[in-house]
Nanobody, 114 residues
C-alpha cells in the first residue's frame, strides 16, 4: 500500500535552517507530482510547495517563496523541503502528499522558537 514517511523536523531558531524528507513507497514515485503541506495549531492545512514528477516544475505558497526549496530524488523515492530563514509562523506539522491522491503521511513537527 501507499506509504509516506516524513522526517527531519525539530526545533530551529528564527533565521535557521532545516531540511525535511519524505520517503515514498507503494506507487511509482517517479511518475507522481508531490506536495508539501503544513498545519499550524488551530489553523487549516495549507499547501506549501509542489514539485512535478521530473522536478522540472515547482510552485510555492507566497508565505515561503524565496525561503523554502522543494526538490526530489527519484532514485531514492524521496522528496525534500529545504527550509531557510525560518520564521516563527513556520511552526507547524509538515506533511507530504502524492499529487491528486488522498494519501497522507504521519507528519513531522517543526517548531521555530528562540
Amino acid at each position: 500500500q501507499v506509504q509516506l514517511v516524513e522526517s527531519g523536523g525539530g526545533l530551529v531558531q528564527p533565521g535557521g535552517s532545516l531540511r525535511l524528507s519524505c520517503v515514498a513507497s507503494g506507487f511509482t514515485f517517479s511518475s507522481s507530482g508531490m506536495r508539501w503541506y503544513r498545519q499550524a495549531p488551530g489553523k487549516e492545512r495549507e499547501l506549501v510547495a509542489y514539485i512535478s514528477s521530473t522536478g522540472d516544475s515547482t510552485t510555492y505558497a507566497d508565505t515561503v517563496k524565496g525561503r523554502f526549496t522543494i526538490s526530489r530524488d527519484n532514485a531514492k523515492n524521496t522528496v525534500y523541503l529545504q527550509m531557510n530563514n525560518a520564521k516563527l509562523e513556520d511552526t507547524a506539522v509538515y506533511y507530504c502528499k502524492r499529487n491528486l491522491y488522498p494519501n497522507w503521511g504521519q507528519g513531522t513537527q517543526v517548531t521555530v522558537s528562540s
